[in-house]
């Protein structure tokens, strides 16, 4: 420009500007501290509202933060984004989406079955890490270190499989004591625990 910066500008009637000055010095921004609006990495950016801007990068990749009360979430995730003015997720394309979300110090990894494009997302937290470092996997963490509810659909699955790829015995769990001796083991072969 004449002034000897250079200005980076959009081409629609919302812009951001931000100047870069000649000669060194400081990034300053005009009017506004930030852009606004969504940002497409390899990928056209969906029409959500301005309210929840995304980061879309390839072809499913999501990255978007909101706020809630005093609170913000982090979300991170494949094939969703967020639609505030229908107030739901969405697909971006037919198939399975996944998210990551933190919220108030906690990990939440969510998933999602096969969906169409644009149609609504039934979110199912598959695992929580909590603030205090406790599992839950299918379940709410309580005080123990680990809560398992796994949604059973046959008896022929218990809540952990372990599988013996050889016929060699092999320690399923040890016991030690803190010293690190061992107390106990559970063992299982090809036939036999």
Do not use: C
């Amino acid at each position: 420009s004449a002034g000897g910066g250079v200005t980076l500008d959009s081409t629609t009637s919302s812009n951001e500007t931000l100047q870069l000055p000649s000669g060194g010095g400081t990034l300053a921004p005009l009017a506004s501290p930030s852009f606004t609006g969504n940002v497409g990495i390899g990928f056209v950016p969906e029409g959500t509202p301005a309210s929840y801007p995304h980061l879309f990068v390839g072809a499913h990749g999501v990255v978007l933060g909101t706020t809630v009360g005093t609170e913000g979430y982090l979300y991170t995730g494949s094939n969703m984004y967020l639609n505030s003015a229908a107030s739901a997720w969405q697909y971006q394309d037919t198939g399975y989406a996944t998210r990551f979300r933190q919220y108030a110090g906690e990990y939440f990894f969510d998933v999602a079955p096969n969906g169409t494009a644009d149609s609504a997302i039934s979110w199912t937290t598959a695992m929580t890490i909590s603030n205090a470092g406790n599992f839950g996997f299918n379940a709410t963490p309580t005080s123990h270190f680990m809560t398992i509810a796994p949604p059973l659909s046959s008896t022929e699955w218990g809540i952990t499989n372990i599988a013996n790829s050889n016929t060699g015995t092999h320690y399923v769990m040890v016991f030690k004591k803190n010293n690190g001796t061992d107390v106990g083991k559970i063992t299982h072969n090809s036939s036999a625990t």
